[in-house]
């Protein structure tokens, strides 16, 4: 028994490291793929090129970076703050947005893909990567969206991924405060800074004050 609680089982996890290093570079990989084929490759040049495609172009440039700027920004925070539910949710919304604009950037190469070599407009290397990036965001988008919807539920009705069994068993959550009261808890009172995402000084008040031990709840909850 001596020598079964001194095992530590974690430490057999430690190889997985490597998938996740493994995984870090697959997302790499696509941002680069991506920042390539928009930037690079179709809108930039339009960019530069002058003309009445400057303006259009410059604004979906100016949308790409403010949203990879946005991403980076909530995968530091992620990294920092002790409620990373929040960052989190907002990191796949902000994820999910820049992946359809690239979808819809890429949505006319990949039409093209499928067209007569003599009717393509692009080398057929650039083609190809145009058409990857295409299915690699579209695939990406498709999966946030699974990953919003169940946060959403989860959070629009104040319950955890670990308490889903325990609320089917029940007539009324009895932490089920309404969806409004729901994503304050989650998000703070102060609607303008939810997908920053900060704290009023008022919410981290309170948020230290609870200790993560206490929670409001319904008074006609039924178990």
């Known amino acids: 028994m001596d020598c079964c609680r001194r095992v530590n089982p974690f430490r057999a996890c430690s190889p997985l490291r ?8 697959f ?40 949203l990879k700027g946005k991403v980076h920004k909530n ?15 907002v ?8 992946t359809v ?17 003599s009717r393509r407009s692009s080398s057929p290397g650039d083609i190809a990567i145009l058409f990857i990036t295409f299915v690699l965001n579209l695939a990406f988008a498709l999966s946030l969206l699974c990953f919003i919807g169940m946060h959403a539920s989860l959070v629009t009705s104040n319950t ?11 007539v009324s959550w009895k932490y089920d405060l309404g969806w409004r ?3 304050e808890q989650v998000f ?24 993560g031990l206490e929670f409001p709840t319904r008074s006609d909850a039924v178990a």
């Open 75 to 89: 995968i530091v925070l992620a990294a920092k703050m002790a409620s990373r539910l929040v960052v989190i949710i």
């Open 91 to 98: 990191l796949f919304v902000y994820t999910f947005v820049e």
């Open 27 to 66: 997302v790499a990989a696509i941002v680069a793929v991506s920042y390539y084929a928009v930037v690079v490759y179709t809108w930039g040049p339009l960019l530069l090129g002058g003309g009445g495609a400057a303006a259009g172009a410059a604004a979906v440039l100016v949308a790409f970076h403010l």
């Open 188 to 211: 703070g009172t102060k609607k303008l800074l939810w997908f920053l995402p900060l704290y009023s000084a008022e919410d981290l008040h309170n948020i230290g004050a609870l200790h």
């Open 181 to 183: 009261k729901n994503l």
């Open 101 to 117: 604009l690239d979808t819809l950037v890429l949505l006319p190469y990949f039409i093209e893909f499928f067209r007569d070599e």
């Open 18 to 25: 490597g998938l996740g290093y493994l995984m870090l570079a």
């Open 160 to 170: 955890t991924s670990i308490e889903v069994h325990e609320r089917r068993n029940s």
